[in-house]
C-alpha cells in the first residue's frame, strides 16, 4: 500500500498546465543559479482518431509521471562537477520526467511553468510517447 500525503489544496505538478495552444514568450525570466525553467505537458484528451477519452483514463496517465519541455536553464544548472561528473546531460528542448510535487510553480505571462533544480529531473527522454503514447506532443 502507498501512503500519499495530504496536500490540502496544493496543485499537483500534473494539473498545473497551460494549454499547448499558447506558445512560449520571446523573453523568459532570468533564472538563479542550478535551476530550469520546465513547461509542463499535457495530457491528450482524445485519440488520434478523434475518440474522447475517458476521464479516469487520464488520471491514470497522469498518475505514471510528469512530463515536461526544458524551456530553459540557468547558468550553474549542471555545474556541479561532484553531482555531475559529465556535465549538463539535459538542456534546453529536452523532455524530462520529474516528481509530482516537486519544484516551484508560477505563472509568467500568462503560461503556467515550473521551477526545479538540475537534480531534480529523473530523466531526459527523447519522445514523450515513449512514455506515454497519450502526451500531447504539441507543447
Not at 511553468?113 to 519522445?127: A, F, R, T
Amino acid at each position: 500500500m502507498t501512503f500519499q500525503p495530504h496536500m490540502g489544496k496544493a496543485i499537483m505538478n500534473d494539473d498545473w498546465i497551460t494549454d499547448d495552444s499558447v506558445v512560449d514568450p520571446d523573453i523568459l525570466p532570468e533564472l538563479p543559479g542550478y535551476t530550469l525553467l520546465i513547461r509542463p505537458l499535457s495530457i491528450r484528451q482524445e485519440t488520434k482518431g478523434g475518440i474522447l477519452l475517458p476521464d479516469k483514463f487520464a488520471d491514470d496517465m497522469k498518475y505514471i509521471t510528469t512530463v515536461g519541455k526544458v524551456v530553459k536553464a540557468g547558468q550553474l544548472a549542471y555545474k556541479d562537477v561532484d553531482k555531475f561528473p559529465d556535465g549538463a546531460w539535459c538542456c534546453e528542448g529536452d523532455f524530462v520526467c520529474y516528481t509530482k510535487h516537486a519544484g516551484q510553480k508560477f505563472v509568467y505571462k500568462g503560461i503556467r511553468y515550473i521551477l526545479l533544480y538540475d537534480d531534480q529531473i529523473m530523466m531526459k527522454i527523447n519522445d514523450p510517447s515513449d512514455i506515454d503514447p497519450m502526451y500531447n506532443l504539441s507543447a
